[in-house]
């Protein structure tokens, strides 16, 4: 039985993580060297025709801007995923406007984790690179939210050793594009539990389910 890590990690999240509480719908992104996203609707992953459903980190959400590794130009994983971050920060430091007292000017070719560490010295422009990338997730979520309407939006991923630094400006950016958001009660989005294990988690719990049917998992 195979199948695709961001669904087996949203599984996961959905049956045993950040998710629980969910009756029957969940959205999740995995933020890390890219994006990758899971669905669950009516109780049950969705995958479509082709097992190819929910690449969300492909929806474009700056039509134009920085170019994404499957070609096109401003995906949310080319705006909002580890990547980007250190992207964000080369270009910053290319166009000399990194300032002065900025440790990434001091730490060779910028990474999200290098960009996340200085962030939590204190380093405000690195804090700043940070909320660029919380602002494009933000974006995306919100016109997810508007299509599919899920009880609750779980972000994981690599990214969120950033915690608060992305998520904060991705809920105020969230908030204030989403749909509907002066009349209805919005879907949360809330950062994952199960961390590196989500994926191991959904795999066994869809492997007990498909055997609980009767079918073969090997």
């Known amino acids: 039985w195979v199948e695709n890590d961001a669904n087996v990690a949203a599984w996961g999240e959905f049956r045993a993580g950040a998710g629980v509480e969910a009756p029957s719908s969940m959205l999740m992104l995995t933020v890390g060297t890219g994006v990758g996203s899971g669905l669950v609707l009516g109780g049950q992953l969705v995958r479509g025709r082709d097992g190819l459903a929910t690449e969300f980190g492909h929806l474009i959400v700056a039509e134009g801007a920085r170019r994404c590794g499957c070609g096109n130009r401003g995906c ?30 001091r730490s060779g070719t910028p990474t999200g984790r290098l960009v996340t560490r200085a962030a ?39 990214v969120m050793e950033a915690g ?8 105020r950016a969230y908030g204030q594009r989403v749909m509907g958001h002066d009349y ?26 498909e055997r609980s049917r009767g079918q073969s998992v090997l």
């Open 120 to 158: 939590e010295t204190g380093d405000s422009f690195a804090s700043e690179v940070l909320a660029r990338c919380g602002f494009w997730l933000g974006v995306g979520v919100a016109s997810l939210v508007a299509g599919l309407d899920p009880e609750i939006v779980v972000v994981g991923g690599g």
């Open 164 to 171: 608060q630094r992305v998520l904060e400006p991705a809920r």
């Open 184 to 209: 209805r009660v919005l879907p949360a989005i809330v950062e994952a539990e199960l961390g590196d294990d989500a994926g191991f988690v959904g795999a066994a719990l869809i492997a007990l389910d």
């Open 76 to 105: 949310l994983e080319a705006m909002a995923s580890g990547t980007a971050i250190g992207r964000i920060a080369q270009e910053a430091l290319d166009a000399g406007e990194v300032p002065a007292d900025s440790v990434l000017r």
